[in-house]
Each structure stands twice: as C-alpha cells, then as structure tokens.
C-alpha cells in the first residue's frame, strides 16, 4: 500500500511540474528581477483585516525601524499618506481587466487615481506581469513620477519541491495566487527581507459567510477601514459573475495550503514569517502579538 502511495504521489508531481512548465512557457515574464533592497532588512506587510489598526496601535513606535508594504485598497485609508508605505502590492485581475462589471472597474479606477494623486513619496508599485498589456491604469499611475511600476509573475506553480523552489528563486512563478497575502510574501522573500511580519491578516472570513434562499453565496469581507458598514457580497471570478460554495472553499484551501508552502520556502531560504495578527486564522507561521 505504501509504495501504491508513494507512486501515485511520483504521478501527481509529474503531471504538475509539467502542467506548471508549460504555464510558465505560456504566461510568466523570463526577465524579471525585482528591486533590489538592503539585505537582512526586515518588512511588515499590512492586511486589510479588521484587527490592522490594533495592530499598528501596538506597534506604532517600531514602525519607521521597518519597509512597510501594503495591499489592495489600503490607498484609501486615512492612514496612507500617514505611514508612507514603501512598497504597494496589487493582484487582482479585476483591478486592471476591461472586461468586467462596473463595480470592480470603478472600484480599481477610483485606486489607481488616488494611488496616483496622494502619493508623495517614492514609491514601488507591484503588479502582476499580465496587466502590462492593459494601458488604462498605466497612464493614471505614470502621471506620478515617484510611483516605479514593477511587475511580478503570478503563474501558479505546483509540483516537486525542486521545481517550484527552482521556478520560485528566478521569479516564474509562485503557490496559487488566490489572495494577495501570497504575491506579498513572495516579493517580500524575493526582495530579501530576513523577516517578514504580518498585521491585519485575520482571514477570519468564514465567520462572516452565509448561503441564502437562492442558493447565494455571500461573503461579508471586513476590512480595516470598513468592518462596521462591509456589505454581504457574492464572491466574483475576474470581476463577473458569482462563485458557488465549492468554488469559494477551493479559493480558500488553495491560499491556506499556500501559505503552509511559503512557510517551508522561507525556512530553505533561512528567512522567517512572523504572524502578529491577534485572532488569525492562518496556522502556517510562528506567532507573536509585536514585532521585534
């Protein structure tokens, strides 16, 4: 029975280190190389979740000490312009796609223009390989010449350990990217920062989802700067549409299993993740309430 386990688990990895070579021949960018930084710094990447601002209140005094990378919407925090953040991350294809509901796009329009107008200090702007094509947001971010552009592969990678560790050293790709936690990790290991600190990761979301009696998905994702009025949503795909139960619980299993992956990567690499996010749902990182 063991050896009818090992074999079939020999087939899978086959079939998945080849399926991901032929995806990163497809999809991934060969020459990117992010900016470099000072070796043996250390980062804090900040969530959205709602327990960030607690977690910043603690450390708060600690933070200039730090390169500060942020995600998504964080732009439209009051607290943006406040802590000047290094680094900006954006993964969603949503944000830059055309083809998508009016939600999503006057959502990402509305980023990119404060994005663009608010930031006074210099800035690196990650953002996945394939939104070059797209020129939309390209010309609102290029109005800021203290915004740099840089762009991340976000091909998903599976496989042997050798082969993704390979794909992952030279920036082809990474674990599935279904949460932007997993490309800001992955930069972050890129960029060598010894240790990488989280806040505002709660990734509680399953308290906050419900079916109803249309068998609608809805998914009530709090954030930081809107917990107390965050409205139930159907979760989208690219921006359209509505995703079933399985569809949403996959989307999680693949982040959570990511997140367990990047652990073992980062300990290869000789770096740490450190999880200060009180009440987090995420078990793969060493655990502490500060920062050192």
């Keep these: 029975m063991k050896i009818l386990i090992s074999i079939q688990a020999f087939i899978i990895d086959l079939l998945q280190t080849c399926a991901s070579f032929g995806k990163i021949l497809i999809g991934s960018g060969y020459f990117i190389q992010p900016t470099n930084y000072r070796k043996n710094d250390n980062c804090i990447i900040l969530g959205n979740g709602p327990s960030l601002l607690e977690s910043i209140s603690l450390n708060e005094n600690n933070l200039d000490h730090y390169q500060l990378i942020c995600v998504n919407y964080f732009a439209e925090s009051d607290i943006y312009q406040r802590i000047k953040p290094h680094i900006y991350i954006l993964s969603a294809p949503e944000?830059?796609?055309?083809?998508?509901?009016?939600?999503?796009?006057?959502?990402?329009?509305?980023?990119?223009q404060t994005l663009s107008t608010s930031t006074d200090w210099s800035l690196n702007l990650f953002i996945p390989y394939p939104a070059r094509k797209f020129e939309r947001w390209k010309k609102i971010i290029k109005q800021n010449p203290k915004i740099k552009i840089n762009y991340f592969n976000t091909?998903?990678?599976?496989?042997?350990?050798?082969?993704?560790?390979?794909?992952?050293?030279?920036?082809?790709?990474?674990?599935?990217?279904?949460?932007?936690?997993?490309?800001?990790?992955?930069?972050?290991?890129?960029?060598?920062?010894?240790?990488?600190?989280?806040f505002g990761t709660d990734h509680s979301w399953m308290k906050d989802m419900w079916v109803t009696e249309e068998n609608v998905v809805l998914l009530r994702?709090?954030?930081?700067?809107?917990?107390?009025?965050?409205?139930?949503?159907a979760m989208k795909y690219l921006g359209k549409g509505r995703r079933k139960m399985h569809e949403v619980l996959q989307k999680f299993v693949y982040a959570f299993r990511g997140y367990i992956e990047i652990n073992e990567y980062s300990i290869s690499k000789g770096k740490e993740i450190i999880n200060c996010t009180k009440g987090s749902y995420i078990d793969a990182f060493k655990r502490s309430s500060m920062v050192d």
Excluded at 95 to 112: G, H
Excluded at 171 to 179: A, I, K, Q
């Design 221 to 233: 994702q709090k954030h930081f700067y809107d917990a107390d009025k965050a409205k139930a949503r």
């Design 95 to 112: 944000m830059w796609m055309e083809d998508v509901e009016s939600d999503p796009y006057e959502k990402a329009e509305k980023l990119f």
């Design 155 to 198: 091909t998903p990678v599976e496989g042997f350990k050798w082969f993704r560790y390979i794909c992952y050293n030279h920036y082809l790709g990474m674990p599935r990217p279904h949460n932007v936690l997993i490309p800001s990790l992955m930069i972050a290991l890129s960029l060598n920062f010894k240790k990488i600190y989280l």
